[in-house]
């Protein structure tokens, strides 16, 4: 869902990297990185929002290596995500947190866990759930489905608004 201006994030500078993503939180906990297979300096990203350099894409053949990596991983817990990562781990420019603010991490985690958590300062992690740019409903808790969703008001408001546009025209 998104809630602000995304002049930053489109004006996001990749440098030579094939994408730019927010970390995740799973990024810290060494079973992902033993279950992936490589090293844990490389973090570990959120593919809900991605910007990609599609140029720098073609020209490394990623969408071989993306599906060679599917084909002969042998356990995927996050699908796409887990391919990405592994496909990308040195190419990534990490992305302000606000540009991919996960509602569940409202329920689960406080401010000080995910600062300690990620690479991100606690200033960063603040803004990101009191002003996400971009709310993303991951995980199996939609706002459309389930009574106790995070951040839930902020999907009803837009929709309210969005269902109220074609009765005013």
């Not at 302000?96 to 603010?101: D, E, H, Q, Y």
């Not at 990620?118 to 995980?139: C, E, M, N, W």
């Amino acid at each position: 869902l998104c809630r602000g201006n995304l002049n930053e994030l489109f004006s996001t500078k990749m440098g030579d990297n094939a994408i730019c993503a927010t970390e995740d939180i799973l990024s810290r906990f060494p079973a992902l990185y033993n279950r992936l297979g490589y090293h844990p300096s490389y973090n570990y990203f959120n593919s809900g929002v991605m910007l990609l350099n599609l140029k720098k894409m073609r020209i490394d053949d990623i969408t071989n290596k993306l599906w060679y990596q599917k084909e002969s991983i042998q356990e995927t817990n996050f699908m796409d995500q887990d391919i990405f990562n592994i496909v990308f781990n040195e190419n990534v420019t990490y992305l302000p947190l606000k540009f991919n603010s996960i509602a569940d991490h409202y329920l689960n985690y406080s401010y000080h866990d995910i600062t300690n958590i990620t690479q991100y300062p606690d200033k960063i992690v603040r803004d990101s759930f009191q002003s996400p740019a971009i709310l993303h409903f991951a995980g199996a808790d939609k706002p459309w489905e389930v009574a106790p969703s995070p951040r839930k008001e902020f999907y009803f408001n837009e929709k309210l608004y969005l269902d109220f546009l074609p009765k005013i025209k």
